[in-house]
């Protein structure tokens, strides 16, 4: 999920938005997550057809506090491109981000007819993939968009480090560079509150930031219908924050897919718990994965 751009959308219906922080019901059916083992490597190599799903920021690229700034750590894109390149390798990079900022940041093309070597990209939570164009929004999501955009600029007057974020289907309320944590606390608070009233808004809280969308679209859903429509013999996503928990959750782990979480430097800091199986601590532990995965594959 990134602070910046991942942040994040959660399941849910048209008639209610909803915050993707983790309820008691699903708290409770979610396992301890543990290290990779050889056993993954192994499993993972020998997939007759994998789909290697990744998230981007606080996954491939570490957070910075200017998103436009964020780029995967050294490495971690040539492994993605090796692995794009193995028989029976789909690889795709999904991010809360919208296509043009996912390009601009990885560097690598929206390939709208993707094939064999290719690496798909996927924005703004699924709604966007580069070889599905997206639809126009109805005259009442886009009445909710501008309504949104008003709020939340008004908001961010309040302090000068906050800032808001604008996507085609979303505006979020950044506060990491916030001045004041109160001032940040409550404009924050009063974004999601009144996103929160609006029966065609998904609101979702990230790191430092609130983002509401005016669809309903979720990494996990983008990720199932894909893997239906591909029929893998196993998916493995690596994501670090709770909008990745939409992925982990339809998984079916440890076998035949499986789940990683990018726990971050401080894995306490985060107040819900992964339905990863597995765990790796920061972007140069996942380039060291992917890089190790292509090398056996």
Known sequence: M??????HRPKSTPHASESAEPTGERQAARQSSSPLTEADFVYLAQAGTLLVAVDFDGTLAPFVDDPAEARAIPGSLE???????????????????NLAQLT????????????VGDIRLVGSHGAEPADEPMGNLSPERAQLLQD????ANALAAEDPGLWV???PLSVSLHSRT???????????????????TQPLATTTRGKNVVEVAVDHATK???????????????????GDDVTDETVMEILRQDRPDLGIHVTGEDPQAKDWTSA??????????????????ARRR
């Open 104 to 115: 601009a940041v990885t560097g690598l093309p929206a390939i709208t007819e993707p094939t």
């Open 178 to 196: 916030a001045e004041d944590a109160e001032v940040a606390a409550r404009a924050s608070a009063e974004y999601a509150e009144y996103a929160e």
């Open 220 to 238: 996990g859903g983008y990720v199932e219908r894909l893997r239906e429509a591909m029929r893998y013999g196993a998916t493995v996503f690596l």
């Open 165 to 167: 974020e604008f996507k």
């Open 2 to 7: 990134s602070e910046h751009s991942e942040e």
């Open 148 to 151: 949104l955009t008003d709020r």
């Open 79 to 97: 492994a993605l491109q090796q692995l794009a390149t193995r028989p029976g390798t789909t690889v795709l990079v999904i991010s809360g981000r």
């Open 276 to 293: 990863a199986a597995r765990t790796v601590r920061d972007p140069h532990e996942v380039k060291e994965f992917l890089a190790e995965l």
